[in-house]
């Protein structure tokens, strides 16, 4: 089909009372550049009636009669207040903010974040872009309609464990922050979401750079990087819940609340949530639990606040997937992976019996249970008038474990005595164990932000952090068929990791000409990671490693017109290997190399909210940007598991992405928009060499040649349709592609993900009674025309039963259509 280029969200827009006389609507932007600012809230007479969209337009559809106060607030600048008169006729209320004013909290995030000066690619959602697509699955599908993303669920309904990608990028390489504070794992450098179920509620804004983008604290961002903020606070008291129910038994329930502004400088905001499904999958449930709590003082220049939130986590493992015959229904292919041993006869019939659906596992506590405690503590404080600073200490206490049946383990793999039943010595026995992790991160991050009121011309951020990871890997048996000596709760393996990290980087844009601007940024970062100790399969994992990046960015932007820009940019990204680049190697084995990426960004962006094309207020944003990211030694994904369901990598010496994204949108008097991003690429390996596996495991070398990086298609598109047929009443269509994906990198046909289109319907209707302030009803329909696709998965080979090569494909089915039904009250 044809695709339309757009980006951005919809226009938002909420009614006032029934006798209400006309609209309002308007634009908020920089008064010194004249850029759109996206996610600005505009009140009415102190309530929250409308946000700006990615073109900086706004719209209050109905005014009552007589003089109102309208108030409109964006992080880091002034507020603005004016009077508005209700009329009969439409008002057009054009608007400009200046920086500064008083602090927000936002000192850090904003330090972070990317803006149309530091010429990089980025998407801004504000706190309503978010409610309106967040029905209660994880944050990774309410951004999958931004550019470059693909998105998948083990569970298959977008509930429990979820993971995405950018760029090709897993979020190993996506570099995640909330509030200025790192929360990718400083080992995995993954960021597990399902440990925060129910986040996106409590988000006030959000941001997605792609590519290397400005230095962050934390992991490098290797594909992108996800800036999250919670800080915003409310002047009016409010409360609120929202409540979802749908397919496979899932529920959503919250309850929020918030003080408003007190004395005229304290708030408290808090946030109680529960989640719960059956999933798609047979026997992948989760039950998700999380709160979130912030008290803050603010005066003119000052700002202290404390934030605390949580999430617990008990998921049944769906980590292994489904094996390939589940899928096709090919006999005798099943039966290879029955001759070779993976699966059993008993294994192969469930497969017959649950198809698609098919779990692994049978063990009713096959479960992963796992808790995150954060406690951050933010200051910001205004120096004068054109300097502040934001400064954060931080701890996030981390506990869990996964449980698992074993079946027919040997005695000695545990540190077991054989057992001696009568005249019989037992070597194996079935058991019960539980793997552990005991963590503590902790740290602090600054931001010294030089943001002068009347010379606009030089912009400049000095900031870093400091941060400290402890974490303790062991197992225990809580149970077994047959032992002589077990004890309770007896350790197999203990190992201690420890890693300190620390950067400094110094950022600043300067308006060399009244069109020309340049931008500079330069981060050094270190670490420190040790590891003592055994794994699980008793191999020694001691690890000493030591890493020193310096990562320069450069850029500079051109205005052609009134709303029109050239940007073009260079960065450096360098990051350290992850724990199993580490530990899934033979012993001492430390050969796993620090990565380098080289970022090349350039493009075209026109945003226009004054233009009369398809009715007297239409916006219009459009953006056009290359990227060509050069890496040497990247660490790619083979395509194999590690037995917790981690990718294992190898470094390749060269490869590289590039490709264009184009995005754009286009609204309509706030009666109908649409949106798209179109994502075209070429990810590839410069003389990769594919490794297998005979029948002893030794390693069999390929030739070299080209090939494709794996899980990372050539193609990625989103459009979103969205309608205002009645008052209140908003309806959209959005549509998914995603071309064929590989399972490693050989670029064998079948090894790989089948390209597949997604088209989900979401309706949502608000009404204004008297008794409350809002009743919003939703229904969001997931996968409206039905398809059975995959969007995940892994592959091995080895020389098998049949003499030769053998494949053995596992893949993680997504659900067939589904529904999730909403209902929200605002108080």
Do not use: C
Not at 251 to 268: A, E, I, R
Not at 431 to 441: E, G, Q
Not at 462 to 476: I, P, S, T, V
Not at 547 to 560: C, E, H, S, V
């Amino acid at each position: 089909m044809k695709n339309f280029l757009v980006s951005g969200a919809a226009l938002l827009a909420l009614p006032l009372s029934a006798w209400a006389q006309g609209p309002v609507s308007g634009t908020v932007t920089d008064v010194r550049t004249g850029t759109a600012l996206p996610g600005a809230t505009v009140y009415l007479d102190g309530a929250a009636s409308a946000a700006t969209d990615a073109a900086g337009s706004f719209s209050i559809s109905a005014v009552p009669a007589g003089v109102h106060e309208l108030r409109i607030t964006f992080v880091g600048y002034e507020p603005l207040v004016r009077q508005v008169q209700g009329q009969q006729a439409a008002q057009q209320l054009n608007s400009t903010l200046r920086p500064g004013g008083v602090l927000t909290g936002e000192a850090l995030v904003t330090a972070s974040r990317a803006n149309d000066r530091t010429a990089t690619a980025y998407t801004n959602l504000g706190k309503e872009d978010l409610a309106k697509r967040n029905f209660g699955q994880d944050l990774p599908y309410l951004l999958d309609q931004t550019p470059s993303v693909v998105v998948n669920s083990d569970a298959g309904a977008g509930v429990g464990y979820t993971d995405i990608r950018i760029r090709g990028t897993s979020n190993t390489g996506i570099n995640m922050t909330i509030n200025g504070v790192p929360l990718n794992d400083a080992e995995s450098h993954g960021s597990f979401l399902v440990n925060l179920p129910d986040l996106a509620s409590s988000v006030s804004s959000l941001q997605v750079q792609r590519g290397v983008g400005t230095s962050q604290n934390g992991g490098a961002a290797f594909g992108a990087s996800i800036n999250i903020s919670t800080l915003d606070s409310r002047p009016e008291a409010y409360g609120e819940t929202q409540n979802s129910v749908g397919s496979f038994n899932t529920w959503k329930n919250n309850v929020q609340f918030g003080t408003g502004l007190l004395n005229g400088h304290f708030t408290v905001d808090g946030r109680l949530s529960r989640i719960s499904t059956d999933g798609y999958m047979n026997r992948a449930a989760s039950d998700l639990k999380s709160y979130y709590f912030a008290a803050g003082y603010q005066a003119k220049n000052t700002l202290l606040k404390f934030i605390t939130f949580s999430g617990r986590e008990k998921s049944y493992q769906a980590w292994n997937g489904v094996p390939e015959p589940a899928l096709t229904g090919n006999q005798t292919l099943l039966q290879n992976y029955i001759a070779n041993g993976e699966l059993s006869e008993a294994d192969a019939e469930r497969v017959r019996q649950e198809g698609r659906r098919y779990s692994y596992y049978t063990y009713d506590n096959q479960t992963d249970n796992y808790q995150q405690n954060h406690y951050q503590l933010h200051l910001s404080q205004g120096l004068g008038d054109d300097w502040n600073i934001g400064a954060a200490l931080h701890l996030t206490r981390g506990f869990g474990y996964y449980e698992s049946y074993r079946a027919r383990r040997k005695f000695a793999d545990y540190g077991l005595q054989n057992a001696i039943i009568g005249g019989d010595t037992l070597t194996r026995t079935n058991l019960i164990d539980r793997k552990w992790l005991d963590n503590y991160f902790y740290g602090g991050t600054f931001a010294l932000n030089y943001q002068p009121k009347q010379n606009d011309k030089l912009q400049a951020t000095l900031g870093g952090a400091w941060n400290r990871f402890e974490n303790d890997h062991y197992g225990e048996i809580i149970w077994a068929q047959y032992a002589a000596n077990l004890a309770p709760r007896q350790r197999f393996y203990f190992n201690e990791a420890r890693k300190t990290d620390y950067n400094g980087y110094a950022r600043a844009t300067w308006q060399a000409l009244p069109k020309l601007g340049v931008y500079g940024d330069v981060q050094v970062r270190h670490i420190e990671y040790t590891i003592d100790g055994v794994e699980d399969e008793q191999n020694d994992v001691t690890t000493r490693a030591s890493y020193t990046f310096f990562n320069p960015k450069a850029g500079a932007t051109f205005t052609l017109a009134e709303g029109q820009q050239l940007y073009a940019s260079f960065a450096v990204g360098q990051r350290e290997p992850v724990r199993a680049d580490f530990t899934d190697r033979p012993a001492g084995d430390q050969s796993a190399k620090a990565e380098r990426l080289e970022d090349f960004e350039g493009g075209y962006r026109l945003t226009r909210t004054d233009l009369s094309l398809l009715g007297p207020r239409t916006a219009v944003r459009f953006e056009a940007n290359g990227f060509y990211m050069n890496y040497r030694n990247q660490l790619v994904a083979t395509g194999q598991l590690n037995d917790v369901g981690t990718p294992l990598r190898t470094n390749v010496a060269r490869s590289y992405r590039r490709g264009v994204e184009l995005t754009a949108f286009i609204s309509a008097d706030d009666k109908i928009s649409l949106s798209s991003t179109l994502t075209l690429s070429r990810n590839r390996i410069l003389n990769y060499r594919d490794v297998t596996y005979d029948a002893d495991y030794n390693p069999v070398v390929g030739e070299a040649r080209t090939s494709t990086i794996s899980y990372s298609p050539n193609t990625v598109s989103a459009h979103t349709l969205e309608g205002q047929p009645l008052k209140g009443l908003r309806l959209a269509l959005l549509y998914k592609t995603v071309s064929r994906q590989y399972l490693d990198n050989s670029e064998n046909i079948a090894r790989s993900i089948k390209p597949y289109q997604v088209l989900d319907f979401r309706v949502r209707y608000s009404i204004k009674p008297q008794f409350v302030k809002e009743i919003e009803l939703g229904l969001l329909v997931n996968n409206v025309l039905n398809r059975e696709y995959v969007a995940n998965g892994y592959t091995y080979s080895y020389l098998g039963a049949s003499g030769g090569l053998d494949t053995f494909n596992w893949y993680f089915p997504q659900a067939t259509r589904n529904f999730l039904a909403s209902v929200g009250v605002k108080f």
